[in-house]
């Protein structure tokens, strides 16, 4: 008997007894029993040579996730630990524990004891789970003996300089890793050089996450010249948010890889000259498919310097520049480049200032960008001049799907201009609207315009002082044949974010794909 999907409502060998090897199976059930094992909503498992008899324990689990959000306590990873020696041919196991579990280093030590029987481990994920010194010490020595280890996460688990170099001994010693993710935790420069003396030895890996740490110029120059030693070839590199600044950007720049296809900068605090820097070399980076540097006020002298070496970056699909402070002559250089971008699918130019002259800009290349299909717009002031300016050329961009407006003081006139040229933009099948003082006649113009066009499309009408009468239409759209799905309140607003549209950061993956920060 072949099974898909079940739900498990009972013993789970009672499940297990019929389902056949190689079958993917969901499960939505909270800590189901099966013998003595806790588990808690296991979400995905692949299932190869396994015996489903009553008497065995555990079967061989190829892959094993625990659902992000739901809390693993403590009793359910003991319990976890002491079954997995029953899974001689797990090759994958992903952990997320809740914050508010009272998760210790005792129970990461039993686990990290468990794992050594797990010869065919190939990728080890643990996220929101706090380690102390003793109970890293006996994590990084399990994983050593993982020989097939090719995915190491670590990713907010507070790892710090003295855990660090633990670590490091991990990268050092195996020799397949292809994708180290060290986010959010608390290594500065001092721990960061450990790791640096062993990502020199590591030529298998291609991506590397260290967001959030404190590495700073000099951690910058320690991984520079660690790529350098190696020679690392990567592919992914995220380093957001570690403050390495100008200084930190001239080492780092010359160093990476020219088959680097993701490249993630964010907040940083480089500056217009971190970002000449880096578009000194950004022209050899002929590979490169994402690039994400928000949050870095590189002004428009800044996006001047990028642009010009953009123009040899053909292959790039996902371009974000985010809270930059690009304004009106930012956004004229980057519209200078953007028609040269031919694959360039993702735009993400939130919170720049951009105004009606900067829309001006963006309006008249958008329609030659022939793949673009998500385009950021929020918080740029765009008002209703700009307005007219984007109702222009949205009819001409044939696949466009997203487009993101939020904050941008569009109100009723924004809205007159721009409902026609909602409906006539053939692709879009997602709307945001959010704070934009639309209210009843703003949201019914949009409204309208979209019912009578019979457009198929995902409305986000959120904080526009909608009234209880448009409110109610709104909400009938839901229960009525409408091509319209519209939402008029949200619980918080979409300020910058794809959420629910693309993979979101950027956790790092072999397989590259648009990711914003």
């Known amino acids: 008997m072949s099974c898909h999907e079940v739900f498990l409502s009972n013993v789970w060998s009672e499940v297990f007894s019929f389902i056949s090897d190689k079958e993917r199976i969901k499960f939505s059930s909270v800590c189901r029993y099966w013998e003595s094992l806790i588990v808690p909503d296991v979400t995905e498992l692949f299932v190869t040579h396994a015996s489903f008899n009553k008497g065995f324990r555990l079967p061989r689990f190829h892959h094993l996730h625990a659902l992000k959000g739901q809390a693993m306590e ?29 998760l210790g280093g005792f129970e990461v030590s039993q686990l990290a004891s468990a ?3 797990c010869s065919e481990l190939q990728a080890f994920s643990l996220i929101d789970c706090p380690l102390d010194f003793d109970s890293c010490r006996d994590l990084a020595t399990a994983l050593t003996s993982c020989s097939k280890m090719e995915r190491i996460e670590l990713r907010n688990v507070g790892i710090n300089d003295d855990c660090a170099s633990l670590v490091a001994t991990a990268c050092f010693k195996c ?74 950007c001239s080492h780092l ?41 928000n949050g870095n006020s590189m002004g428009s002298q800044g996006a001047t310097y990028l642009c010009q070496a953009l123009q040899h970056c053909t292959r790039i699909e996902c371009l974000s520049l985010d809270d930059n402070d690009l304004g009106s002559d930012g956004v004229s250089a980057l519209s200078g480049v953007l028609p040269s971008l031919s694959r360039l699918s993702l735009l993400s130019v939130t919170f720049n200032s951009i105004g009606p002259l900067g829309m001006t800009h963006l309006a008249g290349v958008m329609p030659q960008c022939l793949q673009l299909s998500s385009v950021n717009l929020t918080w740029n002031d765009i008002g209703p001049e700009g307005a007219k300016k984007l109702a222009s ?18 109100g009723v006139a924004g809205a007159r201009v721009l ?99």
């Open 74 to 102: 403590a009793e359910e990873l003991t319990l976890l630990a002491s079954s997995l020696a029953a899974c001689p041919q797990l090759q994958r196991l992903h952990l997320t524990v809740s914050p508010k579990s009272e």
């Open 115 to 117: 794992l050594v029987h």
């Open 175 to 248: 020799h397949k890793l292809e994708v180290l993710d060290l986010g959010g935790n608390d290594i500065s420069v001092d721990g960061f050089q450990s790791v640096a003396i062993a990502l020199s030895s590591a030529r298998e890996l291609r991506h590397i996450n260290l967001e959030g740490n404190e590495l700073g110029s000099e951690g910058a120059q320690h991984l520079a010249m660690a790529m350098v030693a190696g020679p690392l070839e990567l592919r992914t590199l995220n380093l957001g948010g570690n403050g390495i600044g100008p200084v930190g």
């Open 253 to 293: 720049a010359p160093a990476l890889s020219p088959l680097v296809q993701q490249l993630i900068l964010s907040r940083n605090a480089l500056g217009a000259e971190g970002v000449r820097h880096l578009s000194i070399s950004l022209a050899a980076y002929r590979d490169l498919r994402i690039l994400t540097i």
């Open 393 to 410: 050329c949205l009819p001409l961009c044939s696949k466009l799907k997203t487009l993101f407006l939020n904050r941008n003081e569009l």
């Open 419 to 517: 409902a026609p040229a909602f409906a006539n933009c053939a692709s879009l099948h997602h709307l945001f609207l959010e704070n934009n003082d639309l209210g009843d006649q703003g949201a019914s113009l949009v409204l309208n315009a979209l019912q009578r066009a019979e457009r198929r499309l995902f409305l986000h009408l959120g904080h526009n002082r909608i009234g209880e009468s448009v409110a109610k239409s709104i909400s009938a759209l839901r229960h009525s044949s409408s091509c319209v799905r519209a939402v008029a309140n949200q619980s918080r607003s979409r300020v910058n974010s794809f959420e629910g549209l693309h993979p979101t950061p950027v956790h790092v993956s072999p397989q590259s794909s648009c990711t914003i920060q």
